[in-house]
């Protein structure tokens, strides 16, 4: 049984001098019960549980607690400065993040298989950012302790062992986690903080008692029974309103299974990742789609013609009828040209399932055996290994892009603008010890 | 001995500790006070800059009064406003360039215990009748805005006031300003002041074309207190081009004109005549017409039509003068005061002359100011269909299609008047994301960052869409 403790203060010049000074604590404990208990179950390999308590603090950016002056370029010999457009603030607190984990790590049958569990729960509290504000304030953001934050979850790996013979071995090691935030508390009593705002107004914020990272932005006008509502044009209408959640940038969760098999001198080993949910929002779609540059944008209608031909009365009419009812509540029946003029969808239309399966790595290894080795001197060993990452998706929901790509990696997750493909990589690699 | 070391180490340390840190955070590469004057200057050109540009992102109105039209890109002349956040650019320029450091320079000056009381007056309603400006802005461009609770930095939700109360508000204020503006004393320098070189004469004519014109804006609203407004500032606005409220933009760079810096500098060819307007100024045989817009390749004038793909050889495109380096900017202009006149007589309201008078005053003085000759003024107000006796249509429909054309490269108060006065019908863009805007929405971020304040104002005004008619817009 382990137990310990810690216990740190710092003083920071970034805060205010009356709120600069914060402390860090951490608790953490461990007991191998599996000593206690390996007479009795002669399966049980190890086993171990943990816990411990940890709050950690943090102090601003430099220069974040008073407004200073702007040197603009002169007019002629005229001096100009500006007020900065960020509001600096003098009353910043600390933040601080207050976790708890506990855990519990098993293995049996001789370490043949066991796994290793944990959850977490983890409050941030008065994280400092300099939020967007209302330009009506004078200014485009504002530092702030921004609000609570908390982060609760699972991860869970699981190692087995199946096969081990002299010649044949398989491992199979396989993880998962899933997390769950909320956002508890904002500053000011706000009930929304936009994390990031992009092109065709989509925002990612962080919304009072929702998980953190909601994208939001226009979608469809719904009826009472939840059916697509077509207007009088015969295109869809469109909410004003661009506080509509279309999707969480956080996925359910996420896992892995990395499998190995190892047969004489060879082995071969593969990693599989799979994301579950959350949602990716895609300018490059919204983009292609209305300039129709896509492959989707042409095709037959249902009267068999070509969508892009001249929308006319008669069977010979080109355009589309989109799906959706009119006011009324009957289904709607107009032919409607779609093309870089009339009406784009909403952006809601470009929300996608995130999700994807994934052949992340697979790799094939020869390694000599000693009786070819015995024939060179010093050297030990000689392994020639072939590898390869991001081999295959096997299963995504957006098309032609792959849905891990995102424009930024910091906060501002879950929107793609101009995605790059994901490269593969191949390779031959060849270890030589001595 | 080791313990000496030990223990001088450990004074080391001791030494290295500082009792007060805050000094390490104070940023000494940017001042943290300043002259009044230098914000006030930076104000100044931050308001002429957002009129003045054809950006895109910010200031798109030229093809929504039909002026010009664009070569490839069309959403925003089809009156899509929001995919480039253009509302949320117009306002944020207005408040956080323009207004707020109005409103520090303002404090700086009060704060001053040594400056001159009648100087400090001056220099107090200079910076005020540029807020009123800015404000009459944003409150002509969305309907109700954050007035009264706006620029607090420690209110971050600030509440949209109504929008006739601010518009009557602004008026009070000019009729402050105006009586508080001295002649014997100075206001700002002659460098500070890039409107009117320290004139302080020339600002309270400023400050009294202003009260004329947002008067007027309100007159189908509230008669009565424009006709009050309207009276008192008759007089004493500007009575030449030499009054003009121009902002003199320099010949070199970082100062040029928006414009030579959107289409010399950055080479854009985008930006081509309007149907419009080239069709209007060859049927009246308009002077200006070469002065607004070049030849296209066959050397016809020719306009491309808004909202398509226009081949950019085959079109008028802007002429050289409009997009020049050094090209100045009008505020408000002594053409605009003229029409104005001549709208105050047809409403009734007591000002000196006739309708005809100020309406051939207004159309003379456009068409000098573009490099037009008195020949060009005589023969074209003899034209039947210009003369104010024989034009077609009511006086809105004579004052706004003379209007409409005077104010070419003026977009801001060119959509304004068309949007007051009703003419001439604009042809609708091909395309049209809308009807005719007659606001911008808000800002899309105030939907994020000022919820329930957003949500009140756009249900007070009748739903937030660019159709929604702002409480002046009564046809």
Redesign the interface.
């Known amino acids: 049984m382990t137990l310990e403790g810690t216990f740190r203060r710092d003083?920071?010049?970034?805060?205010?001098?009356e709120n600069?000074a914060y402390n860090y604590y951490s608790i953490a404990g461990s007991w191998l019960f599996s000593k206690q208990l390996e007479k009795q179950f002669d399966w049980l390999s190890s086993g171990k549980i943990r816990a411990n308590y940890a709050t950690v603090g943090n102090d601003a950016p430099?220069?974040s607690?008073?407004?200073?002056?702007?040197?603009?370029?002169l007019?002629?010999?005229?001096?100009?400065?500006?007020?900065p457009?960020t509001?600096n603030n003098p009353t910043l607190k600390p933040e601080r993040t207050t976790s708890t984990e506990v855990g519990l790590e098993m293995a049996f049958l001789r370490n043949r298989v066991g796994f290793d569990a944990t959850y977490y729960t983890a409050d941030s509290k008065n994280q400092i950012i300099a939020v967007?504000?209302?330009?009506?304030?004078?200014?485009?953001n504002?530092y702030?302790n921004a609000g609570t934050m908390r982060n609760r979850g699972v991860e869970l790996s699981l190692f087995a062992n199946p096969v081990k013979t002299s010649d044949f071995s398989w491992n199979i090691n396989l993880n998962w986690t899933k997390n769950k935030s909320k956002v508890l508390e904002l500053?000011?009593?706000?009930?929304?903080l936009?994390i990031a705002?992009f092109?065709?107004?989509i925002?990612v914020?962080a919304t009072l008692d929702q998980p953190y990272g909601t994208i939001?932005g226009k979608t469809y006008v719904y009826n009472d029974k939840g059916e697509k509502l077509i207007g009088s044009d015969g295109y869809y209408q469109i909410t004003?309103?661009?506080?509509n959640v279309l999707g969480n940038i956080n996925p359910e969760w996420m896992g892995g299974i990395h499998n190995s098999f190892k047969y004489k001198n060879l082995s071969l080993g593969f990693l599989i990742d799979i994301r579950k949910g959350g949602t990716v929002w895609s300018l490059d779609q919204f983009y292609a789609t209305y300039t129709g540059i896509l492959p989707n944008t042409v095709g037959l209608n249902d009267l068999g013609n070509p969508v892009r031909n001249p929308v006319t009365s008669d069977n010979t009419s080109g355009g589309v009828i989109l799906e959706g009812v009119t006011a009324d509540g009957s289904v709607n029946t107009k032919r409607v040209v779609i093309d870089?003029?009339?009406?784009t969808l909403p952006q809601a239309a470009f929300a996608y399932d995130a999700s994807y399966v994934k052949l992340r790595e697979a790799t094939f290894t020869y390694s000599f055996p000693k009786s070819i080795l015995a024939n060179l001197g010093p050297v030990k060993g000689i392994d020639i290994t072939v590898f390869g990452r991001n081999l295959w998706i096997i299963h995504k929901n957006l098309p032609y892009a792959d849905p891990e790509e995102n424009l930024s990696s910091g906060n501002a997750q879950g929107v793609q603008s101009g995605a790059y493909p994901t490269t593969r990589t191949v390779g031959l690699n060849a270890k030589i010890s001595f | 001995m080791k313990k000496l070391i030990i223990f001088f180490i450990s004074l080391l340390c001791l030494g290295a500790c500082k009792k007060?840190?805050?000094?390490?955070?104070?940023?000494t590469k940017?001042?943290?006070?300043?002259?009044a004057g230098?914000?006030f200057?930076?104000a100044t050109?931050?308001y002429v800059d957002a009129i003045t540009s054809a950006s895109v992102n910010t200031n798109v109105f030229r093809f929504t009064v039909s002026h010009w039209s664009m070569v490839t890109y069309?959403d925003e002349a089809?009156y899509d406003f929001?995919?480039?956040?253009i509302p949320?650019a117009w306002?944020?320029t207005m408040?956080?360039?323009v207004?707020?450091?109005l409103?520090?320079s303002s404090g700086i000056i009060n704060a001053d215990v040594l400056l001159n009381a009648d100087v400090k007056t001056n220099q107090l309603a200079m910076i005020d009748i540029l807020q009123v400006l800015a404000y009459s802005t944003l409150v002509n461009t969305f309907g109700n805005?954050?007035y009264s609770q706006?620029?607090?930095?420690a209110?971050?939700?600030?509440v949209y006031d109504d929008a006739k109360t601010i518009s009557l508000d602004l008026i009070s204020r000019l009729n402050k300003d105006i009586s508080s503006l001295k002649t014997a004393s100075a206001g700002f320098s002659v460098?500070?002041d890039?409107l009117y070189k320290g004139s302080v004469a020339k600002w309270i004519k400023f400050a009294n074309s202003l009260r004329l014109q947002q008067a007027m804006i309100i007159a189908d609203a509230d008669n009565a207190a424009a006709k009050t407004a309207v009276e008192a500032s008759s007089a004493d606005a500007f009575a030449s081009a030499a009054d003009n409220a121009s902002f003199a933009y320099?010949a070199g760079a970082?100062?040029q004109n928006p414009l030579f810096v959107d289409i010399v500098t950055g080479g854009r060819g985008d930006y081509l005549a309007a149907k419009d307007l080239v069709d209007k100024l060859k049927t009246l045989s308009d002077p200006r017409l070469s002065q607004y817009f070049t030849t296209n390749v066959s050397g016809d004038y020719v306009g491309g039509i808004v909202?398509?793909v226009n081949t950019a050889s085959a079109f008028s495109k802007p002429a050289a003068k409009v997009y020049a380096a050094d090209a100045p900017t009008l505020i408000l202009d002594y053409v605009e005061m003229e029409f104005y006149k001549a709208e105050a007589v047809e409403r009734g309201y007591a000002v000196s002359g006739t309708a005809a008078e100020h309406y051939n005053n207004a159309i003379t003085a456009s068409i000098l100011y573009w490099g037009g000759t008195q020949a060009d003024v005589a023969a074209y107000l003899a034209n039947p269909s210009v003369a104010y006796a024989t034009a077609s249509g009511t006086w809105k429909e004579k004052i706004g299609t003379q209007k409409w054309i005077a104010l070419y490269n003026r977009p801001y108060a060119g959509w304004t008047e068309l949007r007051r006065l009703d003419f001439p019908k604009i042809t609708a863009p091909?395309?049209a994301?809308s009807g005719f805007p007659n606001r911008l929405?808000y800002?899309?971020?105030?939907?994020?960052?000022?919820?329930?304040n957003y949500t009140a104002a756009?249900a007070a005004i009748g739903?937030?869409?660019v159709t929604t008619k702002l409480f002046w817009d009564k046809f």
């Open positions: 003083k920071s010049s970034t805060l205010p001098a600069a430099w220069g607690t008073m407004n200073t002056y702007t040197t603009q370029p007019y002629g010999s005229t001096i100009l400065f500006s007020y457009v509001a967007s504000v209302s330009s009506a304030t004078g200014f485009t504002a702030v500053y000011n009593g706000s009930k929304n936009q705002s092109q065709a107004g925002t914020n939001q004003s309103t661009t506080t870089a003029n009339s009406p | 007060d840190l805050s000094s390490l955070n104070t940023e940017k001042p943290a006070a300043v002259p230098t914000l200057s930076y050109k931050a069309q089809q929001t995919t480039r956040a949320q306002s944020t408040y956080t360039r207004i707020k450091n409103q520090v805005v954050p706006a620029l607090d930095q209110n971050l939700f600030p460098s500070e890039l320099l970082p100062n909202g398509v091909v395309g994301k929405t800002p899309g971020n105030e939907q994020q960052l000022n919820g329930d756009a739903g937030d869409l």
